[in-house]
């Protein structure tokens, strides 16, 4: 047992004793004899802000990745002080607080200990940088588990691993390497049945201990700035990712397009090579909406130009392929190329935009176009500036979406790949160096980004893409998950990071489709397809230094498998989109691991490999060559599978089928799954009918939701939506629906088609609105099972012969 006056002898201070204490409203502060002062603040009655400062100082109060629209709120606060310790008590929470050294410990109010300081709060001053790097150590109980962390390409429980939180360009990342292109200092606990999150808001480098170093003791620190962490209780796990998702924000809708397909490589030039690769998809009848022009179509790698070779008339080319369905999509880097003859260089050297070092010269680095200044993000004025660069790009020549690459930020040719620590930034405000604003100048960059895009493109939606991100970064930006490569490994390593961005509260994530680094075998793409169309972003990308990439180049059979897949998505879009309108509206992450759908089975903590595609929809992928299956866990519940319909009792491993034109896919008894017919891009055609499964339940109600609205645009927030609330209740001899409508929006289609999926009973009656309407009426198709309905119904009534 190492002793505190052991750990002062390695350089670590820690809180004595409380002197004094004061409340203020929701802020609750702890004064020590050693001037450390413990800032306390109540959000919600499950949401607490801990803040630390030394030397009785804060620092003045910032944060980029806090959403001002989180709700705020709590009905009780009670603060009670006894003889050793204070008791603080919310509608969900006690927290105590020791008089002796400032140490907390959180309960329920049944008295379960939630989470206990281990050291507490610690720190080591630093001579060289000025502060302190600040410390927190929590006891870990046995069996604890740990999730979240953004893009970590490791296990999906973190238990046993050090990680590090450090914007790193990490081209052909390997597993478990650490760290590489995001940043998102948030993790879940899970220990017996009860959940609780912790988010560390602290843009310096960061370090996560999860019983790595000392087996009952989990640990974060920092090398700078405040102990400064949100402690959110469950203990539904779905509900901390919520609270958190909340408190850093929730994106606006996406273009329903940009949940379609995008293909992208780099690069594809001149314009007749797009225009084959576009032309193509629609010659197969792959269906496609986003397609991308990287770092090739500008002029010199020079941001916000054109290369006239390759591409002499881009609003035509833009309006062309937007004619034939496809969004062009292209890429903005933040190294702005020294170029006395370039507008935008000499734009922001006369504003003075520019980063520089501490003494005054320029932040060069090199990167695509060669030597290179970089905007400062941080500064307001900056952002403010950049927005307005989009104004040819998308207003006049019509591009729809930006991708924004290379800004941990990436430098090429240095050691740390990045600028060094001495880089001044503006911080809004609150100068600083690189150190502080490394982790976020990504965030910052795509925000910019996304604000100057959104302007121009009103009154539409604009859609943003980025590699680097911090917490909060969901609010105006999707993400991928960098340079992967073309191995077997890398699909499993890309199935956990999405998983865990959806875990991080960043859900719009996807992976390039079949590795950006290396070459897929036909085999590989297949399954990484099949894989890709479940996620929120679904694109396929390579470098293309090894050969192309498009589903055609596989052969037929692996066009056919491409088109089965990605016809899959353009079908499940109505699911997809309302999976995408909770995550904006309440923060539920649009794809659940197994662990964030069934606590409380055990047999889910250490899964890797299924998950639940938005609330009703099971799916593993196959990740091993020349497979006919794979074993699966499925979890409790009773399940069809969505090939053979056949039906499945969860809570057990089972052997699935799975040959190359198929995945493990299972849908929960009792959901209703909306479908659209398959289109070659979003819009393609008017939705005539909306098609609806009904996979019959024996017992308790299952509900299912379908959003739609115009797909594009801002009305949806006025109102203008169609939120339909399907209740499923079956018994042996009848079914029944209901459906509540929500929004004044109008869809387009007046029926539905619905597929009655395992009924146990040969449909005899049928009354709508309790009134029987002949079968004839409703189109009834024996053989399939369907009939047809108008969409208005409020219940419907099925009954056996
Ligand atoms: C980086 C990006 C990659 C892009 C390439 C060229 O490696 O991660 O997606 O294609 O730069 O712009």
Known sequence: MITNTELEHRGNLFPGKVI?????????????????????????????????????????????AISEDGARGYSKLEVTEKVNQYDIITSRIKIVINKNDLKATILDLEGNVICKDDWGFHWEQSYEFGGNIVKMSKSAPQGECYYGLGDKPMHLNLKGKRVENWATDQYAFSKDQDPIYKSVPFYVGLHEERAYGIFFDNTFKTFFDFCHERRNVTSFWAHGGEMNYYFFYGPNMQEVITRYTDLTGKPELPPLWALGYHQCKWSYYPEKKVKEVTSKFRKLKIPCDGIYLDIDYMDGFRCFTWNKEYFPDPKRMVAELAEDGFKTVVIIDPGIKIDKDYWVYNEAMENDYFCKRADGPYMRGKVWP???????????????WW???????????????????MNEPAVMEVPGKTFPDDVRHDYDGHPCSHRKAHNIYGTQMAKATYEGVKKFAYPKRPFIITRSAYSGAQRFTSSWTGDNVATWEHLWIANIQVQRMCMSGMSFTGTDIGGFAEHPTGELYARWIQLGVFHPFCRTHSSGDHGNQEPWTFGEEIVDVTRKFVELRYQLLPYLYTMFYEYAEEGIPMLKPLVLYDQLDTQTHYRTDEFIFGNQILVCPVQEPNAKGRRMYIPRGNWYNYWTREYIKGGLEHWVDADLDCIPMFIKEGSIIPKYPVQQYVGEKKIEQLNLEVYYKLGNKEVSKVFEDAQDGYDYMKGRFSLRTFSFTGKENEIIIQQHKNGTFITTYETFKIEFIALPFTIGEIEIDNEVVPLTKVNFDAKNNTIVVPKGFSELHITAV
Do not use: H, M
């Open 20 to 64: 004094s204490f004061s409340q203020n409203v929701d802020k609750i502060n702890f004064t020590t004899e050693n001037g450390v002062i413990l800032q306390i603040t109540i959000l919600r009655g499950s949401v607490v802000r801990f803040r630390f400062a030394t030397d009785d100082n804060f620092e003045k109060d910032f944060s980029y």
């Open 370 to 384: 060669g030597e290179c200044f970089f905007p400062d993000f941080t500064n307001p004025k900056v952002r403010e």
């Open 387 to 405: 927005s307005g660069l989009f104004k040819e790009l998308i207003d006049e020549i019509g591009v729809k979406g930006v991708w924004n690459d």
